[in-house]
């Protein structure tokens, strides 16, 4: 990385702040739709009863998602957290993981200590990463067991890095079906790591053994699974709408407002002050736009990636190999399922910036931290977005318990 000033290292430091920060801004504007009411309602009733359900609720893809999915709920529910309460739990955890992944990253590869600064500030400031650790949603938890895995992963060869990697992805894989993806690809990428089925044979039979043991408790939504009927939304046509790509292109720095604000992006694109957002989210997608052309068009900044070992191992497990498998599966993809390969795409992004054009990073974090902080303002002065967002929890506090007694077993 070519050197910066003292104004710039900052910038990326008050990014990092900022961004921790703003996932515990005003948590009582959390969501609260189906969803979170679902997760809660239930979560409470299993910790009251004291028991652990095998199946949680049907995911988006129309596959049943494990009950393991629900227990950290229960857990929460059983230390009698309220929804608040619970939030700020769940925030807590993603910033651990952050802090996780950023020492697991700085113990595999120091030559990287100088661009982890800024790659974090970039993670930390992403407005849909900051969303997506602030809801009562299974698939909130998923950095918090990705680190765990990647932790492993750095130190696999040693029984408890081992152990810890199949932890951290046995858990992924019961918290969301995304989790499948992203340990088959970074197991399938790691073996090529280690030069082969050969070499990676001393970890690899041990990482399955353990895997085995830690899927157990969802043995029998396997076999719920697979004896009863799928609503799997899988069709040959998504094959070819290429939703992985588009998912990643809208992923990859913090430009994604639509999929909370749908309707009421207009508003939030007018405020402040005539349409300042807009102009800083302009700004964001045309760096972002000016380094993609850049990685197609020029060879030195492909480079950057793929003379590196271990950012053409993050390149082919976090991008390559899941594209690949998202694709092939024919399931529609959805924004939220990007959280499992959080927030290892933002590194490769600030490894390419920091090589060649470093001053950009300080723009992008100032567009980021803009964007982010007046979504959390946005949400807090709205009282119903028109979109994913809903009505916030604080606004529907105002006139009644939000806590319902019950909630429908199927999204409205």
Not at 196 to 206: E, M, R, V
Not at 221 to 236: D, E, K, P, R, V
């Amino acid at each position: 990385m070519k050197q910066v000033s003292h104004f710039h290292k900052t910038i990326f430091l008050f990014c990092i702040v900022a961004g921790i920060l703003m996932r515990f801004l005003w948590l009582e504007d959390m969501e609260w739709k189906w969803d979170e009411q679902w997760m809660y309602v239930h979560a409470s009733e299993w910790a009251k009863n004291k028991t652990l359900p095998d199946i949680g609720v049907m995911s988006g893809g129309g596959i049943v998602n494990t009950g393991f999915s629900t227990w950290p709920f229960i857990l929460f529910r059983y230390l009698n957290l309220n929804p608040i309460q619970m939030v700020f739990a769940i925030a807590s955890l993603n910033v651990f993981a952050l802090i996780l992944f950023f020492f697991a990253i700085k113990k595999w590869n120091p030559k990287w200590n100088h661009v982890l600064i800024p790659a974090f500030a970039i993670a930390s400031t992403h407005v849909l990463h900051i969303v997506f650790s602030r809801k009562i949603w299974a698939q909130d938890l998923l950095p918090f067991f990705t680190s765990i895995a990647f932790l492993g992963f750095v130190y696999r060869q040693k029984w408890i890095g081992i152990f810890t990697w199949a932890l951290g992805l046995s858990m992924a894989m019961q918290v969301h079906m995304s989790g499948f993806y992203l340990a088959t690809s970074m197991v399938l990428t790691a073996i090529w790591f280690d030069g082969g089925l050969k070499n990676a044979f001393t970890w690899l039979w041990k990482l399955g053994m353990f895997t085995v043991w830690f899927l157990l408790p969802s043995l029998n939504w396997f076999i719920h699974l697979f004896s009863h009927s799928s609503g799997a939304s899988t069709s040959i046509s998504n094959i070819f709408k290429f939703e992985f790509f588009i998912r990643l292109l809208s992923d990859t720095v913090g430009i994604n407002v639509f999929y909370s604000l749908g309707k009421s992006t207009q508003d939030f694109l007018a405020a402040p002050y005539n349409y300042l957002n807009l102009f800083f989210l302009v700004l964001l997608a045309s760096i972002f736009l000016f380094i993609l052309y850049k990685l197609i068009a020029q060879k030195s900044y492909r480079a950057t990636i793929w003379q590196n070992r271990e950012s053409k191992f993050l390149l082919w497990a976090y991008i390559i190999l899941p594209a690949v498998l998202f694709t092939l599966s024919g399931i529609p993809i959805r924004d939220h399922y990007m959280i499992v390969l959080f927030p290892m795409i933002q590194l490769l992004f600030t490894l390419v910036i920091a090589e060649h054009k470093p001053k950009l990073l300080s723009w992008i974090l100032v567009c980021q931290f803009w964007i982010a902080a007046n979504f959390l303002i946005f949400i807090h002065k709205t009282p119903e977005i028109k979109g994913d967002y809903g009505i916030p929890y604080s606004e529907q506090a105002k006139y009644k318990n939000p806590i319902p007694n019950s909630v429908p077993e199927h999204a409205p």
